[in-house]
């Protein structure tokens, strides 16, 4: 039945996995609007045949994962980050066993190409089926929501807040930099990563807007309707006034949010909610690969029990988590996984 597993090799398999994971993945989600998520797969600079791993029966491509690869800052160091997307297996060729050979050469694949860590997003379903590969749940959804006419009390002056350009884009990208680059377990972003994510978001209805006072750039914001995902900033900046730049139109405000984000040391003066949730087993999950890359920049006092798992390569949950400690998974709202992470298909089908 498997007569290939491993990378595409021509544009032709590209297409055919582009034309599987339609199939499969618009057959359960019909809200999903695929032509705009074809699009971004088309667009996408990641998208190259190492980067895919197919299954294939004699011509037929019946099982795929994409690879995002990412880069992580951890400790001031740079982790490499393999996040995997649109994992699916043909209706037909399903209760096989193939997802099980198509997970295992997948992380196989990662380790051997010099991967630190590999992320992925399970749906409600599938909950508990990716420990048994070492992969566990790092979910935790952090955000603020508060009376937009709060905001009044902090200043009575405000940016100008305008439609981003891709001219805009160098300036975003610092601005992000300087927000968002402080704080472990956050994605860099290159340049050519941000022109993606400008048409990601421009494809998805979601706003891009810098903020703009006598005609020099003081941050962005990328947002839907009164749901604002990110706001950067850069030391010039105000904070007061850029709360009460963002009251815009709404009665209330949700703002996702990192630990550390400069306007923390504002928002104390007002009433607000925060709201924190954690799931060990599901959601966003993540596998240790270069354990002794993660050992070695973790400063994780670990006891004799975790160095013999660490030398035997059992690497429980306890244990895993254990290592994790390094990475303020707080940094991880929803928003700013899925911006970095997720380039088609955020699910899976196996």
């Known amino acids: 039945m498997i007569t290939y597993i491993g990378p595409a090799t021509n544009k032709i398999e590209i297409e055919k996995s582009l034309k599987l994971a339609f199939k499969v993945f618009k057959k359960n989600n019909k809200k999903i609007n695929y032509k705009n998520k074809i699009d971004l797969w088309k667009i996408d600079s990641n998208i190259k045949l190492k980067n895919l791993i197919i299954i294939k029966n004699k011509n037929d491509v019946i099982g795929l994962t994409r690879i995002i690869p990412r880069k992580l800052k951890l400790n001031n160091k740079i982790f490499n980050i393999s996040g995997l997307s649109s994992i699916c297996i043909d209706k037909k060729y399903r209760s096989k066993g193939l997802s099980k050979i198509l997970i295992n050469y997948v992380l196989e694949y990662c380790k051997r190409n010099k991967y630190d860590l590999a992320i992925l ?9 990716y420990n048994k590969y070492g992969i566990y749940g790092i979910s935790h959804y952090t955000s603020l929501n508060f009376k937009s006419s709060d905001l009044l009390n ?31 377990g956050i994605f860099y972003r290159e340049y050519s990563f941000w022109k993606y994510l400008f048409n990601k978001n421009n494809l998805e209805k979601n706003k891009i807007e810098v903020l703009i006072k006598d005609k020099k750039f003081y941050g962005y914001i990328i947002r839907n309707n009164n749901h604002i995902y990110e706001i950067g900033i850069l030391p010039i900046t105000d904070l007061n006034i850029l709360l009460r730049t963002i009251k815009l139109n709404y009665q209330t405000i949700e703002l996702d949010m990192i630990q550390n984000h400069p306007i ?37 006092k670990l006891n004799n029990n975790d160095l013999t798992k660490i030398k035997k390569n059992k690497i429980d949950q306890k244990l895993t988590m254990k290592l994790l400690q390094i990475i303020d998974f707080s940094n991880f709202p929803k928003s700013h996984f899925n911006f970095n992470y997720f380039s088609f298909l955020n699910s899976d089908h196996l």
Not at 121 to 129: E, G, S, T, V
Not at 163 to 184: F, G, H
Not at 267 to 282: A, S
Not at 284 to 298: F, P, W
């Open 154 to 184: 902090f200043s009575n002056k405000k940016y100008l807040i305008k439609k981003a350009k891709v001219s805009d884009l160098k300036k975003i990208k610092k601005s992000y930099e300087y927000t968002y680059l402080k704080c472990n």
């Open 121 to 129: 997003f399970a749906r409600n379903f599938l909950n508990h089926y």
């Open 264 to 300: 923390l040391k504002n928002i104390d003066k007002i009433d607000f909610t925060f709201k924190f949730r954690q799931c060990p087993y599901g959601g966003h999950m993540l596998k240790i690969i270069n354990t002794h890359k993660l050992v070695k920049y973790s400063k994780v």
